[in-house]
């Protein structure tokens, strides 16, 4: 809906049209800060005084505010799956491949539909800071305009894909990122079953604050998959001073990436949650071998980008590894909120796993449906000291 050109987007009426979606799609009354976090995510950053003032100027036209300081559409509401373009309802019906359904919808409005204790684990890779993936700045990647997404220098003659700035956030995003990162917890809490595995991908800038919230949203901190890889970030000579300070770094380079490791508590011992809910710990690679929290991996290699062409697609040699080893008796269902691409789905169509995913943004919903049945096609050679993935014959 948001996916509009930089005129449209700075248009009257715009921020007023993002609250009334919002406020359509969750369909019961809403706080502002918790309003002003979900308008940040369709349009990006807005300062809250703006949505204040909006609903001020329009209360009791188009808003009604309740006695507890929250605000609701001056009309009954239904509390719909989604809603088009034109904000009618409509019911969501998920793309299915095998085992695997992926639905086009906001994370958390998504959950809000599910039953509670009916997800296994969690596996997924978020917006690690939140900015990048609002429509404003998905426009200026698609665009190649920059904004918080930048292109690194040619290395060794090779074009460098572009990365999202994360040393560019502000006080006011970082606070953005806690309160999204916190209702996102809290909505998965119930949905959960005990002992359920939560696998985050992070970014070593940022990873100690989504960590720090997610452990206030309720979750147990389990510490960190390390997947060793050279990705590109970093070591780069001070900008536009290259030649002044040749044996100058900015940054370290960046050969690791930290996947945070959370479970919801325990329904008593970790035996008795596994009789029960079949979660509790990670599944053994074999007998002889327990799963480790150090995986050697690559760059995710040209092959499976020209079948899944997004900014963030990690190689199904490594996703395999984690999604296989997400459910300790490998039985339940795994979910990823923020599915991109659908690698995730697609590593656990690979294993034998069910699988839910969700995509708010049509075009990688779209990429998505085209690229699970291709990844998960692909046959990964697992190996100790090598990660390749090679197409399927």
């Not at 715009?14 to 995510?41: C, H, W, Y």
């Not at 209360?59 to 239904?78: C, H, M, S, V």
Request: hydrophobic letters at 35%.
């Amino acid at each position: 809906m948001f996916n509009l050109p930089t005129s449209e987007r700075n248009a009257p009426g715009f921020v007023r049209d993002a609250i009334l979606a919002v406020m359509q799609r969750i369909g019961e009354p809403i706080s502002v800060t918790k309003l002003t976090a979900r308008v940040n995510i369709e349009i990006g950053a807005t300062p809250s005084s703006s949505i204040r003032s909006y609903l001020l100027l329009n209360t009791p036209g188009k808003f009604l505010r309740t006695e507890r300081g929250l605000y609701q559409l001056n009309r009954p509401i239904a509390n719909p799956q989604s809603t088009d373009e034109t904000g009618a309802h409509q019911t969501v019906k998920p793309f299915c491949y095998g085992s695997a359904e992926l639905y086009r919808q906001d994370c958390l409005d998504w959950f809000g539909a599910q039953d509670n204790n009916s997800i296994h684990a969690i596996v997924t890779d978020p917006p690690y800071g939140l900015q990048e993936y609002t429509p404003k700045e998905l426009t200026k990647l698609r665009e190649g305009k920059g904004g918080v997404w930048r292109k690194p220098p040619n290395f060794d003659g090779n074009q460098r894909a572009p990365l999202p700035r994360f040393t560019v956030l502000d006080k006011d995003q970082m606070r953005q990122l806690h309160e999204f990162f916190f209702d996102w917890g809290t909505a998965l809490m119930p949905k959960l079953v005990p002992g359920a595995n939560v696998i985050v991908a992070s970014n070593p800038l940022l990873s100690y604050f989504v960590s720090s919230t997610l452990v206030s949203a309720g979750l147990e901190r389990r510490g960190e998959i390390i997947r060793l890889t050279m990705t590109m970030r970093g070591g780069d000579r001070p900008k536009n001073a290259e030649r002044e300070f040749p044996d100058v770094s900015v940054m370290p380079r960046s050969m690791w990436e930290p996947w945070l490791v959370f479970r919801k508590p325990l329904e008593g011992r970790v035996k008795d949650n596994l009789r029960k809910w079949g979660t509790g710990g990670f599944r053994r690679i074999s007998d002889e071998r327990p799963f480790g929290d150090v995986i050697k991996s690559a760059p995710t290699n040209k092959s499976e980008r020209n079948l899944a062409n997004h900014p963030s697609l990690k190689p199904q040699n490594f996703l395999r590894q984690i999604v296989r080893a997400a459910l300790p008796l490998g039985k339940g269902i795994v979910v990823d909120p923020f599915a991109g691409s659908g690698s995730t789905l697609a590593a656990a169509e690979a294993v034998g796993y069910a699988s839910k995913g969700v995509e708010r943004d049509q075009n990688y919903y779209e990429l998505a449906c085209t690229a699970i049945p291709k990844l998960a096609k692909l046959r990964t050679t697992l190996d100790e000291d090598t990660a390749s993935t090679v197409e399927a014959s």
